[in-house]
């Protein structure tokens, strides 16, 4: 299972206006680390994925579309509208 990053960014801009310490403590995790997920290659594990889940249990968010599953194509980049970080 790995994280959609592209949808991720555009929740967080949609909740937060892509404000990266809003966004962390909404979903309990650390800043660095959730703009390190968001922002290199690198790949949210299974405690942070279990925060994403959390919080969209919470939000009443449907966590499938922010999750795609191995042999699945990751998505196609989308413009995010992000003009901060």
Do not use: W
């Not at 800043?31 to 919470?58: D, E, M, W």
């Not at 191995?70 to 901060?84: A, C, D, F």
């Amino acid at each position: 299972m790995y994280l959609n990053k592209q949808r991720m960014k555009q929740l967080m801009n949609k909740k937060t206006g892509g404000n990266y310490n809003q966004f962390s403590r909404m979903l309990n995790v650390d800043t660095g680390q959730l703009h390190r997920i968001l922002n290199s290659n690198s790949n949210a594990g299974p405690k942070f994925l279990s925060k994403v889940a959390a919080y969209c249990f919470f939000e009443n968010i449907d966590f499938n579309d922010y999750v795609f599953y191995e042999g699945q194509q990751p998505p196609k980049k989308i413009e995010t509208g992000l003009t901060h970080y």
